[in-house]
């Protein structure tokens, strides 16, 4: 059930989906009845990085899903937080500075 879950807001969120040019998803829209299941994932995901720490892929997907849900600021907190935890890691530093330039914009 978790990973029907899992899949079912991956799609809503676009995850792994190509962007339009005014960066939706496409054939994805959040509704009534499906927001509630995406920000309770989103919360658990933040939870457990939060607590477990994460991979960078990990953190992309957190900062992309607030990016889709409209959530700039949880966006831009996350991805300091990102920054901290891959101090030293000067790829994943790189692009996180690059996710936050274009969420900026």
């Given amino acids: 059930l978790i990973n029907q879950d899992m899949e079912r807001v991956k799609n809503l969120?676009?995850?792994?989906?190509?962007?339009?040019e005014d960066n939706q998803?496409?054939?994805?829209?959040?509704?009534?009845?499906?927001?509630?299941?995406?920000y309770e994932m989103v919360r658990g995901l933040s939870r457990r990085i939060e607590n477990q720490g994460g991979t960078f892929e990990e953190w992309v997907k957190l900062v992309?899903?607030?990016?889709v849900l409209g959530e700039f600021e949880n966006a831009l907190k996350t991805i300091e937080k990102a920054?901290?935890?891959?101090?030293?890691?000067p790829e994943a530093v790189q692009k996180f500075q690059e996710i936050k330039t274009k969420i900026k914009k």
């Fill in 13 to 20: 969120l676009g995850i792994g989906q190509k962007f339009d």
């Fill in 83 to 89: 920054l901290d935890a891959f101090e030293g890691k």
């Fill in 64 to 67: 992309r899903s607030y990016t």
């Fill in 25 to 38: 998803a496409p054939g994805n829209a959040l509704t009534p009845e499906n927001k509630d299941l995406v």
